[in-house]
């Protein structure tokens, strides 16, 4: 009867003690997989919704502007030299060496027009573009067309505009297509035509106001992008837009940090629980292991047994906690409310740490009564008969 045998036929007599080790194992297993399975999905899915939605780089011209403010009271600004983007020139940001990660580019003409008596702030942008950096813009009729305006919540609001009216802009008239539901943003007090239309009303045919850049994925070196784009532009001045970016983020890693402090700590409370079910089980075998050492088994033989009854647990521990936590994290996700991109998802590489690290605290945790059953004296150990 090899050691192996021996150790199969352990475990099948003390069932309830391997039920504990193998309960003990799997809780803690169980609980790192689903921590970390749910981190995962949670980056997955910001991350995913960062590579669709908004613009995280603007453009804007340079000026040699002096801010006249103190204290909250603002008394405007002078302005020493203001340099238009010509939209032609937009086109260099195909040849920067992260185009390929550019999702979208939007730009917008902005200016000043008169309608109904007021003064209003005209909106040119790329309709098309406009999809996919505003895709949180919700129109009551339909975004503008050649011809025709929308026109923002609030100015909807003072101006009593409605699709289907004509309004009159700077003398010249328009269809109104759309209005813009509230967005809680400054884009509720604007007017909006496409680009081309924007430009020759307000006589900036070519020029461009600002431009917003989509290119938020996971690999995007956002910094390195402005430093790219504000070459090929030296005319204008790139920032990044990254504060909402890095809260989620942050988010994310305050969690993760929190799950591997969790994970820890039921992974301690199952090494313990390991260490002494195996020391109990090593007292109530003395006897057993006294007879095995009077047949001629070695200490190693001994420790060897052990360790491998520790083993077979701890296996069967790292897989059945990978199964359980991938349920748990899922049903986790779930009742966390995760978005339609989140998705908890088998990971090879996971599995094979787990596992490893379930084998690993397994044999740890067995080491001392191993030691201890291979330190027994054979004689003091038949005196238990």
Same mark, same amino acid.
């Given at each position: ?47 995913? %919704?960062?590579? %669709? ?43 920067? =060496? ?32 406009? %999809? ?40 010249? %008239? ?30 900036? =045919? ?50 993760? =940090? ?128």
């Amino acid at each position: 009867m090899t050691i192996r045998h021996i150790a199969l036929q352990s475990l099948r007599r003390r069932k309830s003690k391997a039920f504990f080790v193998l309960i003990g194992l799997t809780i803690g297993v169980s609980t790192t997989v689903a921590l970390t399975a749910l981190a995962a999905a949670l980056t997955s899915e910001i991350n995913h %919704k960062l590579d %669709k939605y908004g613009a995280n780089i603007l453009i804007v011209p340079h000026s040699e502007n002096l801010s006249l403010s103190y204290e909250g009271l603002s008394l405007g600004g002078f302005s020493f030299e203001t340099r238009e983007i010509r939209e032609a020139d937009l086109a260099r940001l195909k040849t920067i =060496k992260n185009a390929a990660n550019i999702a979208a580019v939007g730009p917008m003409v902005l200016g000043p027009v008169r309608t109904a008596g007021r003064k209003v702030l005209l909106a040119g942008v790329d309709i098309q573009a406009t %999809k996919l950096l505003k895709p949180w813009w919700r129109f009551q009729g339909r975004p503008p067309g050649p011809g025709e305006i929308a026109a923002g919540a609030e100015v909807s609001r003072l101006l009593g505009l409605v699709p289907g009216r004509v309004l009159e802009v700077n003398g010249q %008239k328009f269809d109104i297509s759309g209005t813009l539901e509230p967005t809680g943003s400054q884009d509720d007090g604007l007017l909006f035509m496409s680009l081309a239309p924007a430009q020759a009303l307000l006589g900036k =045919k070519g020029l461009i106001s600002m431009v917003e850049v989509a290119a938020l994925c996971t690999a995007c070196p956002i910094s390195d992008m402005v430093d790219q784009i504000t070459a090929v532009l030296p005319e204008a001045k790139v920032t990044a837009i990254q504060s909402v970016v890095q809260g989620r983020m942050e988010t994310i890693r305050h969690f993760r =940090k929190f799950s591997y402090i969790v994970s820890f700590l039921v992974l301690l409370v199952s090494s313990l629980v390991v260490l002494v079910t195996m020391m109990a089980s090593v007292r109530e075998r003395t006897a057993e292991i006294g007879i095995f050492r009077a047949l001629g088994f070695r200490s190693s033989h001994v420790m060897r047994m052990v360790l491998m009854e520790a083993g077979l647990l701890a296996s069967l521990s790292g897989l059945l906690g990978y199964i359980l936590g991938l349920g748990a994290g899922a049903l986790s996700l779930s009742f966390l409310g995760g978005g339609t991109e989140a998705h908890v998802t088998p990971d090879p590489a996971l599995a094979a740490c787990v596992l490893g690290l379930a084998l690993a605290l397994g044999l740890a945790a067995s080491v001392y009564p191993a030691m201890t059953a291979a330190r027994l004296d054979p004689y003091e150990a038949l005196r238990s008969l």
